[in-house]
């Protein structure tokens, strides 16, 4: 799954670290999301659209072998 996490980061001026204490995960599970190694679940997906103000569209997309 392809998201767009680092460039919402970049935008917001953020780090993985407040990004993941925003939304009540580790940093490293923001690390595993924008490597592509960790696909949220839908719940998460919901709360990190939420605090971008996007739709969870707008930042998650599937990928043809998803």
Do not use: W
């Amino acid at each position: 799954m392809k998201n767009t996490l680092k460039i919402e980061r970049a935008v917001k001026s953020i780090t993985q670290e407040e990004l993941a204490r925003a939304i009540g995960v580790s940093r490293q599970t923001i690390n595993a999301m924008e490597a592509g190694k960790y696909v949220p679940s839908t719940v998460l997906a919901l709360k990190i659209a939420r605090y971008f103000n996007k739709k969870v569209e707008n930042i998650f997309e599937l990928e043809q072998d998803d």
